[in-house]
Each structure stands twice: as structure tokens, then as C-alpha cells.
């Protein structure tokens, strides 16, 4: 069965340092695969997309993403965390087969340190 | 060009009572799909819709339930709640089923007492 794992529920990190969030995925066939940010109290936003092609993604607010088919990860970094990003981080995978549906991730939680 | 818009944001139920909750997708978005976001359970698919068509289904009881209209706009209903439907239901919307991108409204956060 398709599954995202993050294996990081709670991150803290220092204002301009760097970030780096795990996510693993199992999915049989070619992932299409997401970020997504979610403030307190509010929907998701969606940081970047990963279908096909270059291997390493640009998303929105400065954030990245490389997709690595032999670790089966998506791994989303920045690499000057901002006190702004404090949020909630989703990884998700569409399920090609069953209309696209998202997986979702457990999540994980940043804290910005000053 | 607006996001998708839940109404309402904010809603107190009682265990027994029924309830609906409205989404109204991007402009010129016709698939729309439902999630159900809780602290033990996380984000889980409820179901997808398109042409007023239910494509899709999560594992959910018969209690939950979803309709498309011809504009797209949807909505869900939660029949006899339980205290366990108190949640953040999360709409999102895709210009059609193959695209798979979804941008998600900002929810409606049910709470059943």
C-alpha cells in the first residue's frame, strides 16, 4: 500500500540556519509528490510538485526539494530558515490509480529559534 | 483569482445533530476533493468529486456523505455526529482529475460536543 512517512514530528532550528525535512514514500510506480505548509489555523499551501524530470525542485519561499528514486525520499530543505516558516510541513503522495487522492504524511512540526 | 472558500469556518455541533459544509473551488476548477485532518489521525481522504460525479471514496462510514453541483461547488454532510467527527475539514480543488495538484481552502473546524 502507497505510505509517506516523516520521520521527524518536531524540528528546532535557529533563525538563518538551515533546514532539512525527511520524507520517505512507498509507492509502486513513479511518485508524483508534494510539500505543503500549513499555519496554525489555516488550510495547506502548497510549497512545490515533483512529477518527472530534473531531480531537484524549486518551490515558493525559497524552499527546495530533491527526489531520490533509489532512497525512495523527497527531502525539503532552505537553506536560511526565516522565523516565518515556523509551520507545520506535509509530504504527500498522489495515488495515480485511485484519481489522484494525496497521502499525507504524519507531518512535522518547525520551531524557529531567535 | 480567489482560492477555494469553506463556509463556515467555525462550527459547534451535538453529538446526534447533523451537519453540512460548503466548498466553493477555484474559478475554472472542476474536481474537488474533502479531508478530514484530526491530531491522532492526521490528514485522510474523504472523497473526490467531478461532474457532479463521486470518483472516489475514503474509508469512512456511511454517515459521511458528498454532492457536486453543475457550478462544481460541493458539500459535504455529516449525519448522527460523534465526538470523534470533531475536526478540521480541509476542501481542495484541481482544474480537473488529472491534474494532480490540489490547493486546499483554509477549512472548516467542526467541534461536536
Known amino acids: 500500500a502507497q505510505s509517506v512517512t516523516q520521520p521527524d514530528i518536531h524540528i528546532t532550528v535557529s533563525e538563518g540556519a538551515s533546514l532539512e525535512l525527511r520524507c520517505n514514500y512507498s509507492?509502486?510506480?513513479?511518485?508524483?509528490l508534494f510539500w505543503y505548509v500549513q499555519s496554525p489555523g489555516q488550510g495547506l499551501q502548497l510549497l512545490l510538485k515533483y512529477f518527472s524530470g530534473d531531480t531537484l525542485v524549486q518551490g515558493i519561499k525559497g524552499f527546495e526539494a530533491e527526489f531520490k528514486r533509489s532512497q525512495s525520499s523527497f527531502n525539503l530543505r532552505k537553506p536560511s530558515v526565516h522565523w516565518s516558516d515556523a509551520a507545520e510541513y506535509f509530504c504527500a503522495v498522489a495515488t495515480l490509480n485511485q484519481g489522484g487522492k494525496l497521502i499525507f504524511g504524519q507531518g512535522t512540526e518547525l520551531s524557529v529559534k531567535p | 483569482k480567489a482560492g477555494v472558500t469553506q463556509t463556515p469556518r467555525y462550527l459547534i455541533k451535538t453529538r446526534g445533530q447533523q451537519v453540512t459544509l460548503s466548498c466553493s473551488p477555484i474559478s475554472g476548477h472542476r474536481s474537488v476533493s474533502w479531508y478530514q485532518q484530526t491530531p491522532g489521525q492526521g490528514l485522510q481522504f474523504l472523497f473526490e468529486y467531478f461532474s457532479e460525479t463521486q470518483r472516489n471514496k475514503g474509508n469512512f462510514p456511511g454517515r459521511f456523505s458528498g454532492r457536486q453541483f453543475s457550478n462544481s461547488r460541493s458539500e459535504m454532510n455529516v449525519s448522527t455526529l460523534e465526538l470523534g467527527d470533531s475536526a478540521l475539514y480541509l476542501c481542495?480543488?484541481?482544474?480537473?482529475?488529472?491534474?494532480?495538484?490540489?490547493?486546499f481552502g483554509p477549512g472548516t473546524r467542526l467541534t461536536v460536543t
Open positions: 509507492y509502486g510506480a513513479t511518485p508524483y
Open positions: 481542495a480543488s484541481t482544474p480537473d482529475p488529472g491534474t494532480y495538484e490540489q490547493y
